[in-house]
């Protein structure tokens, strides 16, 4: 089945230890996302790439990059994780020409949970 | 600013109905969305409406009213697996997805 994967699922750093999400999709789409989500809150746009253009929301700290080394993989960075940072961080992929009558619908993968000792 | 407001709980027993309400302000409007996010687990679609109206699919409906800035997602015959939040989002007229936080609904037996 077409799908969009994250792994790791669950993730425990340091203070200040990088680490690294990464996404798969086999959806072939355009669009790839990273999305912040802290409990009982919105899911919070971090970035997004639109084939190669990458597009950063303007209140997206440095603290966090990305890279897309080909339509199928993109991958998220944490420079130096805060115990704010931990979080759910969901990856999410989208076609402009939509799935749903038109609709730009977001498939998301399962979600990588970031806790920070 | 742009805001979506949706209550944080509700809850509702096995078999009932239920309507979560989403209120919204964006700046424009290309369709509203609402999700399923069980806890712990990523979002998934549910429905999508761009023109005024009624949406149904299932046991799970959607309606807009662009003019209020209102919708409304209606659940019928309520399954203890239909324990989940509820995201509501509106593309705006940048099509970025502004999102609601959620509304956390409790099934009851």
């Known amino acids: 089945d077409a799908m969009v994967i994250q792994n790791p699922r669950y993730q425990v750093t340091q203070f200040g230890k990088p680490v690294t999400l990464s996404c798969s999709q086999t959806?072939?789409?355009?669009?790839m996302y990273w999305y912040q989500q802290k409990s009982s809150q919105a899911p919070k746009l971090l970035f997004h790439?639109?084939?190669?253009?990458?597009?950063n929301e303007a209140d997206t700290p440095d603290n966090f990059q990305s890279r897309r080394p080909n339509t199928s993989f993109c991958f998220l960075d944490i420079r130096s994780p805060g115990l704010g940072d931990a979080a759910m961080y969901l990856c999410?992929?989208?076609?402009?020409?939509?799935?749903?009558?038109?609709?730009?619908?977001?498939?998301f993968g399962a979600g990588s949970r970031l806790t920070v000792l | 600013g742009q805001n979506i407001d949706q209550p944080t709980e509700m809850t509702a027993t096995e078999g009932a109905i239920v309507q979560i309400n989403c209120t919204y302000q964006?700046?424009?409007?290309?369709?509203l969305f609402w999700y399923q996010q069980h806890a712990g687990e990523a979002p998934t679609f549910l429905s999508y409406?761009?023109l005024d109206g009624l949406e149904e699919k299932g046991r799970f409906s959607s309606f807009l009213s662009r003019s209020k800035g209102y919708s409304y997602l209606l659940l019928k015959e309520l399954q203890m697996k239909d324990s989940a939040s509820y995201l509501c989002?509106?593309?705006?007229?940048?099509?970025?997805?502004?999102w609601g936080a959620g509304t956390k609904l409790i099934i009851k037996p």
């Open positions: 999410a992929t989208s076609t402009p020409t939509g799935t749903h009558s038109g609709a730009n619908v977001l498939t």
């Open positions: 959806l072939n789409h355009n669009v």
């Open positions: 790439y639109y084939d190669k253009d990458f597009n």
């Open positions: 964006t700046s424009g409007f290309n369709g």
């Open positions: 409406n761009v």
């Open positions: 989002a509106v593309m705006d007229s940048n099509y970025q997805l502004i």
